[in-house]
């Protein structure tokens, strides 16, 4: 299975494997990781990034909707 970093390309390794509950069923997450610990900073600093922009996005997106709604209980 191919699974290479987002940055320099190399072959992810397993880096963090814990479990948990989903209804009824059990699931194994596990977190993949770069092999070189600065290229693994790079690629948590972009998904903070895009994390951020994201949940940014999410929040205008739900200000906008609840503007329209006032706007529309208004008249």
């Known amino acids: 299975m191919s699974n290479p970093c987002i940055e320099c390309g190399k072959q992810r390794v397993d880096g963090k494997t814990w479990k948990g509950k989903s209804g009824a069923s059990l699931v194994i997450y596990t977190q993949t990781i770069c092999p070189d610990p600065d ?4 690629v948590d600093k972009v998904i903070a990034e895009r994390k951020a922009k994201n949940d940014r996005l999410i929040r205008i997106k739900l200000e906008a909707k609840l503007a329209r ?3 529309l209980a208004a008249s």
Do not use: G, N, S
């Open 39 to 42: 290229c693994q900073k790079i």
């Open 69 to 71: 709604e006032r706007l």
